[in-house]
């Protein structure tokens, strides 16, 4: 009798207890919060998780609040967080979240807004060369006690392309030849590229000329290479006219072919020389107007960035003309007619466009564009103002025109260079012709 009672409630249970439902497929929702770049008031940030073909959405904490949350159909997104204050410390972590239930989340991330630098800088200039013929062009910065200008400085005592500051005085020299220098690449004190057109290497005891033609490296339809800039002499880039660039590997040269017969003005790279980059601009000619970027990847050149348009269009990616540039760590910086500045990181490819940079000084064309770091730029614009960003707010220094007003003779800038907190703006003024170096120390 017992037994009949326990089956019986056995089988009642079994047949009333209904079976448990299928369980979830399991899917790997492990996601990933990178940190892309830091400025003063913003920061870049990457939210990816594991390949996947369906859409998922995040939630993105700063300090514990939700900041942002989205839904995303690929593998990743890219966020810029702004509002920020400069040099604080923000703790980020992102949230998987499906059917709005929070899955997963990332380890945190933590990091230091850049903290603004100082607008203060001691002044004075230079004046190099007489005779109605002289002009700097280019300028490699080492310290305060050492820096080289290049260009055409004629004298009474003869004509000179380059001078070296020692701390004291201007010491004028002459390479190869006293032919004009349009740039010059600083390696150290026993290994200096210049260029006239054509490479010329100072080894510590004396100047070697390469003539590229004569080498059959170029042949006549080819431009010269006015431009030079390298990690080491084993690993240095000319271009020039013709869209011709020419690399020298530390035992010979070689023409690169480059897609292109726009001038090339701009070339920098990264430290370690895995990423280069090269603007161009034409002012006459067939191609004027026209503007480029080529970009070295493989050991070739390809198209970046093109425009034929000054002014470019911003919503079909048209920049408009690339006036100057600067690669500033793993970034170039450009700035073109059409927008405030251009951000590209040369490893992960991310683009920004910074249309409220420069708000203050929006609208006026750029000149040059260097820096030494992303809260640390200077803008000369064709206005002749000279225009420091500090990562939060812009001071405009006006000592080019007061220097050189029209009773004193008009300045026209060839070249610009900053470093270790020294800006040197060369040119020439424009009633004389005479070769100026304008020097600013942070101090």
């Known amino acids: 009798m017992r037994y009949f ?24 929702t492990r996601i990933y919060l990178e ?17 996947t073909t369906s859409s998922w959405g995040f939630t993105l904490n700063r300090d514990g609040l939700i900041v942002y949350e989205s839904n995303v ?9 702004g509002d920020l204050e400069p040099n604080r410390e923000y703790s980020y972590r992102v949230y998987f979240s499906e059917n709005g239930v929070i899955r997963d989340s990332s380890l945190a991330l933590n990091l230091t807004t850049m903290d603004t ?10 004046t190099l060369g007489d005779n109605n013929i002289s002009a700097l062009l280019d300028v490699a910065i080492i310290n305060k006690n050492n820096i080289w200008a ?80 390298g ?7 000319f271009v020039g006219s013709k869209g011709t660039i020419v690399h020298y590997n530390g035992s010979s040269f070689e023409k690169m072919e480059t897609g292109t017969q726009i001038t090339l003005l701009e070339i920098d790279g990264t430290d370690d020389g895995e990423h280069v980059i090269v603007t ?11 503007s480029i970027v080529l970009k070295l990847e493989d050991g070739q050149w390809n198209t970046l960035f093109q425009s034929d348009d000054y002014s470019g269009n911003i919503q079909e990616g048209d920049y408009g003309r690339f006036a100057s540039m600067d690669v500033i760590g793993d970034t170039a910086y450009f700035a073109t007619s059409a927008t405030d500045l251009l951000k590209y990181n040369l490893k992960t490819e991310e683009l920004q466009v910074m249309l409220k940079y420069r708000s203050p000084i929006f609208g006026r064309s750029d000149k040059y564009l260097k820096g030494t770091a992303p809260n640390d730029l200077f803008f000369l614009s064709i206005e002749k103002e000279l225009i420091h960003y500090n990562g939060i707010s812009y001071h405009t ?5 007061e220097a050189f007003s029209s009773g004193s003779g008009r300045f026209k800038p060839y070249g610009m260079r900053y470093q270790n907190g020294i800006i040197c703006i060369v040119g020439e003024t424009q009633i004389g012709l005479r070769g100026i170096i304008v020097t600013g120390i942070k101090y």
Request: include cysteine.
């Open 231 to 237: 990690t080491s002499s084993s690993n240095m880039y």
């Open 35 to 51: 940190l892309i770049d830091t400025w003063t008031t913003s920061t870049t940030l990457r939210v990816s998780v594991e390949d």
């Open 280 to 290: 161009g601009y034409d002012y006459v000619g067939e191609l004027s107007g026209q």
């Open 150 to 229: 290049v260009g055409e400085i004629e004298t009474d005592s003869g004509r000179y392309n380059n001078a070296h500051w020692d701390g004291f005085k201007w010491v004028l020299e002459r390479t190869f030849t006293s032919a004009m220098l349009h740039s010059i690449s600083f390696i150290s004190e026993n290994d200096i590229w210049v260029s006239a057109g054509t490479p010329t290497h100072w080894n510590g005891l004396d100047w070697q000329l390469y003539h590229l033609w004569d080498l059959g490296v170029l042949d006549l339809d080819d431009g010269d290479v006015k431009y030079c800039w």
């Open 73 to 81: 159909l690929g593998k990743d997104t890219t966020i810029i967080d």
């Open 117 to 126: 630098t100082d607008h203060n800088f001691v002044w004075s200039i230079d």
């Open 397 to 401: 220094n006006n000592i080019l025109n």
């Open 5 to 28: 009672a326990f089956s019986l409630v056995l089988t009642i249970c079994f047949i009333g207890c209904p079976n448990p439902p299928d369980p979830e497929p399991e899917r790997d």
